[in-house]
């Protein structure tokens, strides 16, 4: 059959290309108004498009493991069979992205392997559900419930497949938008980074590393509003977002810990009072060894449990006692590997255009030229602070801070990932950069560089060239190799 047939994820594609442009265009004075509710349509919209444009197996970093967690911990009871589709997801991604990643699938062959899928959820599988709750299934929980309604309705596999994912990505819409309305300076960097094609592929994943990125950058907004607006008083229920967000971003993973240290920063005259201020120092140190001792205590405690699930001659006891034994030797290693990968994962593809098994766009040159163009021009506050850009002092705190977490970032995945006798650390990923990138280049804000466009012209352009990566990104990486 040869006849015309309209390509429903091509047409898909393209209104969704057009309503952005449009949107963008027509209501550039609204969006640049309201900056925070233009991000959260935009993302909405493109992550939406992302999100039925891909298919509909594996194509995130260890989403089979996630998805895996996902449902044992939304759908199915302790003790209870999985359906074999969840058993074909779990045990064969690496064979299903080998085999599917260089070929072209026509939209026929799209469909029919959604019709297999959904045949696979009637059949029960031999599997039982067998997960414990974790502080990490904190990241899980609005994917699962999500996935639990789904289920609960008996819509058929590939429905449920993206409601999961479409909990994230409206948790991610949502919580980035707040943060580019709360933090006063560096609106448009933050909206530029939330639309790089890395996050917003992120988004349409089953991940916890969503509820990370997403909470501690809000967190991080809420302390830098702080910080900027001097005279004000930190209020309680700032109090209460800056605190809950960085436990919800740290559970997962507590290797960011070390951020929330930047509450020491807020200045004295924040403070309702002298007794006010310290109780508030008090709760940011104890936050902070609270969250460290999630990271720490299962490594000091069983350090011969923390080797890679998947494999390898990897050993978390053999690792700590080379560490323990040979501080300055590691303390090489570690700065090798980090100074070796130091480019790709602030600058390059690896952070900022990379869709994990289904490629890397080509234009991460430009991602990278628009990045730091933002970092260099977004001069605009909104009102409440005087200051454009942070002090030395501040500058410097803030640095030494996230090369802590670098630094914990590597080690956790040499404890880990990395076979003993190795010198060179595996398995870090640039994406494991992307919770503190806003926090980093924010550093390099300067109020030296004169911007005379207005606040209208600079948002359309920085949006419009956000969306216009990311949708080419798409039609690379997923619609000429999937859909055509």
């Not at 594609?13 to 004075?29: S, W």
């Not at 959820?121 to 414990?132: L, R, S």
């Not at 800056?242 to 919800?248: A, D, V």
């Not at 506050?381 to 454009?388: A, P, Y």
Request: charged share 15%; glycine share 6%.
């Amino acid at each position: 059959d040869n006849s015309f047939k309209i390509n429903p994820f091509i047409a898909i594609f393209f209104a969704c290309a057009i309503f952005l442009i449009g949107f963008l265009v027509i209501y550039k004075e609204e969006n640049a108004q309201n900056p925070s509710l233009s991000l959260f349509i935009v993302v909405l919209i493109s992550s939406t498009c992302l999100i039925l444009s891909e298919p509909p197996y594996i194509v995130g970093w260890d989403e089979q493991i996630h998805y895996n967690k996902v449902y044992m911990l939304g759908v199915s009871e302790k003790g209870e069979k999985t359906t074999q589709v969840e058993e074909y997801m779990y045990g064969y991604p690496f064979l299903i992205n080998t085999l599917s990643e260089p070929a072209q699938e026509s939209i026929e062959e799209r469909l029919d392997w959604i019709r297999v899928l959904s045949n696979k959820k009637n059949n029960p599988g031999i599997f039982e559900d067998d997960y414990e709750w974790s502080i990490t299934s904190f990241g899980y929980i609005f994917q699962a419930l999500a996935l639990k309604i789904a289920n609960f309705f008996h819509l058929p596999f590939y429905l449920c497949w993206i409601a999961g994912k479409f909990a994230n990505v409206l948790l991610y819409a949502c919580v980035m938008s707040f943060a580019v309305y709360v933090v006063p300076i560096g609106k448009r960097l933050l909206m530029v980074i939330a639309m790089m094609p890395t996050m917003v592929f992120q988004s349409t994943v089953y991940t916890y590393d969503v509820t990370v990125i997403a909470f501690i950058t809000l967190a991080i907004a809420v302390l830098i509003k702080e910080i900027m607006a001097s005279g004000n008083v930190f209020k309680y229920k700032w109090r209460v977002v800056f605190f809950l967000s960085f436990i919800m971003g740290c559970l997962p993973k507590a290797v960011y810990a070390p951020l929330i240290l930047g509450g020491l920063f807020v200045g004295k005259d924040k403070f309702y009072s002298d007794k006010d201020r310290k109780l508030y120092r008090g709760l940011i140190i104890f936050g902070f060894l609270a969250l460290m001792m999630t990271f720490v205590l299962p490594t000091l405690i069983s350090p011969d449990q923390i080797g890679d699930a998947r494999g390898g001659d990897t050993s978390g006891v053999g690792q700590m006692h080379y560490i323990m034994g040979q501080p300055f030797s590691y303390a090489f290693i570690l700065m090798k590997n980090v100074l070796n990968t130091l480019q790709d994962c602030l600058l390059g593809a690896g952070v900022l255009c990379h869709f994990a098994y289904l490629g890397v766009g080509r234009l991460s040159t430009l991602a990278a030229v628009l990045l730091i163009g933002v970092v260099l021009t977004d001069k605009y506050n909104d009102g409440i602070v005087s200051r454009k850009a942070l002090s030395l002092k501040e500058r410097i705190g803030i640095l030494f801070l996230i090369g802590l977490v670098i630094a914990l970032i590597w080690t956790a995945l040499y404890l880990s990932f990395t076979e003993v006798g190795k010198t060179s650390i595996a398995g870090v990923q640039a994406r494991y950069y992307l919770p503190f990138l806003f926090l980093f280049y924010l550093c390099f804000q300067t109020d030296k560089i004169q911007n005379n466009f207005s606040k209208v012209k600079y948002q359309l352009t920085v949006m419009l060239m956000s969306v216009m990566l990311l949708l080419q990104q798409i039609w690379q990486l997923i619609l000429t190799q999937k859909c055509l």
